[in-house]
């Protein structure tokens, strides 16, 4: 046969390996090889000594291949005994038989066939549980079939087994689900349209919802998002943030002041995509939604009656206080501050080549903003957490953003220069000794302790826990004189406080919250006391070698006084309190 067929091709490819890991076939290679060392002749193999192929049963099989006629019959009884080959020492059985002519075609794949569905047979495939769900773990049946019966109960309870919108917080506990998702949970059944839910419709959703998704992160990911999204934008969070306001114990003040629930709500949404979304994209993903708090604050919204106890995200004292510095910046009261006005934040604290990347192009601001040449109260808000508590992950992010000039991902040394240079430039104007920047870049490096040491990069600042130090260094030099002349023990903690540390925001609003409303409490009071004290300046008579450069200062420094004296008389407040003591300032135009 000069050519082979690719099916008998691949048996007889088969049974050349049989036959070579056969025992008796391993034994005859092995004393050919000692013959062939010892230098004696080994004899070709002979037709005795082949091997028989046996089937799955254990007995001798029909051999598959012989030289001769295909059409020559297998023998009927085996071959006379013979001489056995000087290579194989041992005899073979009686039991062995001669390869007889090969099969047809159709015997071969037949043969081929069977064994190989034998072969697939014995080998069980391995099966590995499910280790990944990427929309929570599926819950039991049983599990499912009983909160139906709940909301099922829940709805015959109810007038025309229907629920309005103030009587879905017993359908929404009936779902094992925090108070507060009650709105969302409204709005997927459809009820916005009919202003009323029926038993179906919410049961449909509801079938549907936990077909899909089987954790709280998923569902209220779901309930959020809109239909095909698969991410939370700002306005999605909008009802459910409102249905705060409406109804939390520790906000119905805000009832008298309508007019406040846009901007508290906004300040709620910006603080939320500040600490979630590490992407920057303005879109919340499932991923990040799970490795953010948000949905056990919101869960204890229901258990915490004083909202100023809930200090992430939802405090009215952080919003009054950010709200208040964004009025006091917005001269035109337009909600939006341009370049000149955010340099007045804390006296220009903030250097101008820093506040010139701040309004540059991928840094911090979208683009829309950056077109328009200025910043939303939005981005107001992430400014403001980012500039007074920059230990925290964001706020790290947010300057290195800012003095990345280049884009590049790492923070070099002519960048540092670049950003040091107008320091030392406030430095020498206000007569205070300067620090050579070799002399501060060898502080800085020692300090972030970069891996490569001409650059560095966002993971050094994160892993030196000292980056507020670093930043401050090289664009605020008021906070930057603080650190300087800090005494290092005023850091110790209160061995008596047993409670997490404050981060330096929360310190920062506390602060603030409490001088605005001893400010707006007593503003007669202030303005009086600050006109004393010019009148007092005014009579001293100081000796003649003082000189016309610090009179000129202290005047100004009167007149700054003076003018921020006025602010309070302008932000009258009305109202019955805020759970922090003060009121409501109602003169604020939206």
């Not at 295909?70 to 005994?81: A, D, I, L, Q, R």
């Not at 306001?245 to 906004?266: C, K, M, N």
Request: overall charge negative.
């Amino acid at each position: 046969m000069s050519t082979l067929q690719p099916i008998l091709k691949l048996k007889v490819d088969e049974l050349f390996l049989y036959w070579l890991s056969d025992p008796d076939t391993l034994q005859d290679l092995r004393e050919s090889l000692k013959q062939i060392s010892r230098g004696e002749n080994v004899n070709a193999l002979s037709p005795s000594n082949t091997f028989q192929y046996k089937g799955h049963g254990g007995s001798p099989a029909s051999p598959l291949l012989r030289t001769g006629s295909p059409g020559t019959p297998p023998p009927v009884s085996p071959p006379p005994m013979t001489t056995p080959s000087p290579r194989s020492p041992r005899k073979r059985s009686s039991s062995t038989r001669s390869l007889s002519n090969s099969l047809s075609r159709s015997q071969a794949t037949k043969l081929f066939h069977e064994q190989r569905q034998s072969s697939n047979n014995s080998k069980k495939p391995i099966q590995i549980p499910q280790f990944y769900f990427p929309f929570g773990k599926p819950l039991s049946k049983q599990e499912n079939e009983t909160v139906l019966q709940r909301i099922k109960h829940v709805f015959n309870t109810l007038p025309e087994n229907k629920a309005y919108r103030n009587q879905m917080e017993e359908v929404s506990k009936a779902c094992k689900c925090p108070k507060y998702w009650r709105i969302p949970l409204f709005l997927a059944a459809d009820g916005e349209h009919s202003g009323y839910v029926t038993a179906d419709m919410f049961i449909t959703m509801w079938n549907k919802l936990i077909k899909e998704c089987h954790d709280d992160a998923s569902r209220f990911f779901r309930l959020l998002a809109c239909p095909g999204n698969r991410y939370i934008t700002a306005d999605d969070f909008y009802p459910i943030i409102q249905d705060v306001v409406d109804s939390h114990p520790g906000l119905t003040f805000l009832q008298d002041a309508p007019e406040f629930h846009s901007r508290y709500i906004h300040t709620v949404i910006a603080r939320i995509f500040y600490c979630i979304n590490r992407s920057w994209t303005g879109r919340i993903t499932l991923p990040e939604l799970r490795k953010s708090n948000l949905l056990s604050v919101i869960a204890l919204l229901e258990e915490e009656d004083d909202i100023n106890q809930i200090a992430e995200y939802f405090s009215y004292e952080h919003f009054y206080v950010v709200y208040c510095k964004f009025w006091e910046l917005d001269s035109d009261h337009d909600l939006y501050i341009d370049k000149t006005d955010l340099s007045r934040h804390q006296d220009h604290a903030i250097s101008s080549r820093m506040l010139d990347r701040i309004f540059s192009p991928g840094t911090v601001l979208s683009p829309k903003s950056v077109e328009e040449g200025r910043m939303s109260y939005s981005e107001f808000v992430w400014f403001l957490i980012s500039e007074e508590d920059k230990k925290s992950p964001m706020s790290i992010e947010y300057w290195f953003r800012c003095m990345d000039v280049d884009g590049d991902g790492y923070l070099s040394m002519y960048e540092l220069e670049y950003f040091y240079e107008e320091q030392l430039q406030k430095m020498e104007s206000l007569g205070i000794e300067t620090l050579p920047f070799q002399d501060c870049l060898c502080q800085m490096l020692d300090l972030v302790k970069p891996r490569v040491s001409d650059k560095i990069t966002l993971h050094d600042l994160k892993a030196c826990k000292l980056a507020y130090i670093f930043y401050d260094t090289f664009f605020n030099l008021e906070k930057y004189l603080e650190h300087e002349q800090r005494d290092p023990f005023t850091n110790t903690r209160d061995p008596e406080y047993d409670g997490p540390e404050p981060s330096d925001w929360e310190k920062y609003a506390a602060e603030e919250y409490e001088m605005l409303v001893a400010e707006e409490g007593n503003p007669d009071q202030q303005e009086m006391s600050f006109q004393e004290a010019a009148e007092q300046l005014d009579e001293i008579d100081y000796p003649d070698d003082f000189e016309p450069d610090d009179d000129e200062i202290m005047a100004v420094e009167i007149r700054q006084k003076a003018s921020i004296s006025e602010l309070p008389q302008r932000n009258q407040w009305v109202g019955n309190g805020t759970p922090g003591g003060g009121s409501v300032r109602t003169d604020f135009s939206l």
